[in-house]
């Protein structure tokens, strides 16, 4: 992106000033490019504080009139652009006028450029753009190196830049809901989709969790985790495989993936077995689908050996029962600080954690981000 922004200067001699102005404001704004092609003239607001906010239709989901917190550089941008819109057509209406009119039989300014014609002068000016070099991990001769390679410009498009307006807030530390308002999704899940999570948050939350870990019998065994030295930390690594709702520690089970464990499905039971506060979602989940089972069970027509097999243990229950309940008792000891940033703590790491089925059964405004670039 920063070498991208270094040649926006290029991009007005490929056709009028709109096609800057847009690809600038969907930079900044992260909006569709269709959302910013269709912007209305008077589409800058000031809020009680004198803080801008961009206003635009949300077309995707039906919803007008959204307000987006934004910057006084991307401000001045849209200011700029008024400027000239209202300089080419004088006797046009305000409430008529487009903010990016189209060049073409547009006599009085109110048809506003498309996204495809946008998206062939983008084309055409990324292409028209040195190579851009950018950092990547290959392999040579069995090892791991990391060398600048070109980027495919294939992946340099107008609807790619709300993909990096999401990943630039998440770098940023922005909390995933305050993110899922930026991006004026209605579902987290939705928000999670447009950036990945990197390595240092990725640490940093682990770190947060796992110092909320515990035995199978409640206990905690991991208070420290933020002192540990990096050799701790790729010891852990190579230690544990994940399982249902925790980890394994057992060395045979660790070394075959987690596909040698004799008490399978009843982790919960050995001494070899983790959890911590990010598991919390599943053990409650596991504990609900323990007591349905038992009660289904209880009334269904069977032999009685074939229930007995099948039928919960109690010990198995309330193991799990005071497992959760330990969990829950030592969120509640801590602050409300604490609270919202293991909150988000274990949705960083539940994003990332992959899925672990051994055959049961299922279980039911940031700060201005604008990247550096030439005034213009």
Request: glycine share 6%; charged share 30%.
């Amino acid at each position: 992106m920063a070498q991208l922004c270094q040649h926006l200067d290029s991009l007005e001699p490929t056709g009028a000033p709109e096609i800057r102005t847009a690809v600038e404001l969907i930079i900044d704004t992260g909006r569709r490019p269709s959302e910013i092609c269709r912007l209305p003239f008077d589409c800058l607001e000031r809020d009680d504080d004198g803080k801008l906010t961009l206003v635009y239709d949300n077309h995707k989901s039906a919803r007008k009139a959204r307000r987006l917190p934004i910057s006084g550089e991307t401000g001045a941008v849209i200011v700029a652009q008024q400027e000239r819109v209202r300089a080419r057509f004088p006797n046009t209406p305000t409430d008529s006028l487009k903010l990016l009119p189209s060049v073409l039989t547009n006599a009085t300014g109110t048809k506003p450029i498309g996204p495809e014609w946008l998206a062939t002068r983008h084309r055409a000016w990324v292409g028209s753009l040195p190579e851009f070099l950018v950092p990547t991990v290959v392999t040579v001769k069995g090892r791991q190196v990391t060398k600048m390679l070109p980027f495919d410009k294939a992946k340099i498009f107008p609807y790619a830049f709300r993909h990096t307006y999401a990943q630039r807030h998440a770098d940023a530390g922005v909390a995933p809901d305050a993110l899922q308002s930026l991006m004026d999704h209605r579902q987290l899940t939705t928000t999670q989709q447009y950036y990945r999570v990197s390595e240092t948050r990725k640490r940093e939350a682990v770190e947060r969790v796992t110092a909320m870990q515990f035995d199978r019998n409640g206990s905690r065994v991991w208070r420290k985790a933020q002192f540990l030295l990096d050799s701790e930390h790729a010891r852990r690594a190579i230690g544990e495989v994940q399982v249902p709702y925790g980890l394994c520690t057992e060395p045979t089970n660790v070394q075959a993936g987690g596909h040698d464990c004799p008490v399978r499905f009843r982790c919960v039971g050995c001494d070899h077995f983790r959890t911590d506060v990010s598991y919390l979602p599943d053990l409650e989940a596991y504990l609900a689908d323990l007591l349905r089972g038992r009660e289904r069970l209880a009334a269904f027509a069977a032999d009685s050996w074939a229930k007995a097999e099948a039928m919960p243990s109690d010990e198995e229950i309330a193991r799990v029962r005071r497992l959760v309940k330990r969990v829950r008792e030592d969120l509640e000891d801590l602050t409300e600080e604490d609270r919202i940033q293991i909150k988000e703590a274990v949705t960083v790491v539940r994003r990332t954690r992959r899925v672990v089925s051994l055959g049961l059964p299922r279980v039911g405004p940031p700060e201005d981000l604008r990247p550096e670039r030439p005034a213009g």
